[in-house]
């Protein structure tokens, strides 16, 4: 398998070198802003996960991901971020890329601030800058109180909020989003997929959210790709204007069509 910053290419395998970022990036903007360029794409376990998968991402463009428990929707987006390599096939991704998983993953012995930045390429952790930098991560997503907090202290919620906020902090071109929603009650859920929805539309990274759910997928996705048997079975733009919620006229449309690919048929 070829993964790697520059452009396409059938050369031998290659992690994501730094040294490649500045080609990658005049090379997406040569390429009309392509940010991930996965081509026939592999990966078998005890059985065939992805069994062919191709897929672009344009640079601001937000991708839902949705499909079958055991689809390989997770297996996707860990090869996107280099957690894990496919059996064949190239993938194309910017060197600066960050995931959010289902929990938090905060060290608990570091102040939330530090948790912000902690790991933060360029030697940028400590000091003031790092603080500085935190601090305004953390206003973004209201959280300006809570610079000085344990980890141990915040609700699932704010601890979320908190890995949402060490994901921007490091601005990348690529945020990879692993069901970040799903362990949190229904309200919060809501008002993080609002937050989302607005960091997304600031900041403007390509993202990969990977989701069960059907309305988060409606209303926060430029584009829905449905994984069906190791296969793209459904890539379709979502062209309701925003901000949406699902009452909209059009949603429910959109819904059953999702829902039908899914193999799920109201009445
Ligand atoms: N490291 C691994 N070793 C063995 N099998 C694996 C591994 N990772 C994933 N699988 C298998 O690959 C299949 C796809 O898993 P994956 O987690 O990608 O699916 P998913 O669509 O994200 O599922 P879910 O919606 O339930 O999270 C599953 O059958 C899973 O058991």
Redesign the pocket.
């Known amino acids: 398998m070829t993964v790697t910053s520059d452009p396409p290419s059938t050369s031998a395998a290659a992690p994501a070198a730094d040294s490649a970022a500045a080609t990658s990036a005049a090379s997406a903007a040569a390429e009309g802003q392509l940010t991930v360029r996965v081509r026939d794409v592999r990966k078998t ?3 065939p ?1 992805l069994d062919g998968i191709s897929l672009d991402i344009h640079a601001g463009e937000f991708v839902a991901l949705l ?10 987006l860990r090869i996107l971020a280099g957690l ?1 390599a496919a059996d064949s096939g190239s993938v194309w991704v910017p060197p600066t890329r960050t995931v959010v998983f289902q929990e938090p993953r905060l060290v608990p012995s570091q102040r939330v601030w530090r948790n912000v930045v902690v790991g933060r390429s360029g030697g940028r952790s400590g000091g003031r800058s790092g603080r500085a930098a935190a601090r305004a991560a953390l206003a973004e997503v209201g959280l300006e109180d809570w610079e000085n907090a344990w980890p141990a202290t915040l609700s699932g919620g704010q601890a979320q909020r908190v890995a949402l906020a060490r994901a921007l902090v490091r601005e990348p071109q690529l945020l990879l989003l692993d ?1 970040p929603f799903a362990a949190l009650d229904a309200l919060t859920r809501i008002r993080m997929r609002q937050l989302i929805g607005d960091l997304c539309a600031r900041h403007r990274p390509a993202v990969l959210l ?1 989701t ?1 759910d059907v309305d988060e997928a409606i209303v926060l996705a430029d584009r829905v790709v449905v ?1 069906t048997d190791g296969q793209i079975s459904l890539d379709r733009r979502i062209d309701l204007p925003r901000p949406r919620s699902v009452g909209d006229p059009g949603f429910a449309e959109f819904h059953r069509l999702l829902l039908a690919e899914l193999g799920v048929h109201e009445h």
């Open positions: 376990f005890a059985r996960v499909g079958a428990s055991g689809s390989g929707k997770t297996t996707l894990e069901e990977v069960h994984l």
